[in-house]
């Protein structure tokens, strides 16, 4: 198995007169659904494929109520997901306003397995 790419070009957003360059880009072969990991995950365990979506239901609730408080979830050796925030700067701490918060995202961080799969990548160009 090897991640597929293609290349693409593009110009430095700094310098837009520079020659643009070619880089990689990742591309999808389709997608895993919950039903179809819930099948490979009952072949691996004695769950049964209503079981692991109940269970994947139930974590997917359960973080979303974390992150939600503030808290970092941590799944073990897995990762953690984290809220984190972008905002528009204020001359002092008295002036900021929440409404100047103009992006929020959950960042994943991949736990010790998934960050050394990173390493025995193979790539194939497509």
């Known amino acids: 198995m090897s991640v597929k790419y293609s290349l693409v070009q593009r110009a430095n957003p700094q310098k837009r007169q520079d020659p643009k360059k070619w880089y990689a880009q990742a591309e999808s072969t ?3 659904t919950s039903k179809e990991l819930g099948k490979s995950i009952e072949e691996m365990t ?3 494929e209503p079981d692991v979506i ?3 239901t139930a974590l997917r609730k359960a973080m979303a109520r974390g992150l939600a408080d503030g808290k970092i979830v941590r799944l073990g050796d897995f990762g953690s997901f984290q809220v984190t925030l972008s905002s528009e700067g204020s001359d002092s701490k008295d ?3 929440p409404a100047t918060i103009d992006s929020v995202k959950i960042v994943f961080r991949p ?3 998934l960050r050394d799969l990173l390493t025995t990548l ?3 160009k497509i």
């Open 30 to 32: 389709g997608e895993i």
């Open 46 to 48: 004695a769950l049964t």
């Open 54 to 56: 109940a269970a994947t």
């Open 95 to 97: 002036k900021f306003n």
């Open 111 to 113: 736990g010790t397995e």
């Open 122 to 124: 193979k790539f194939e």
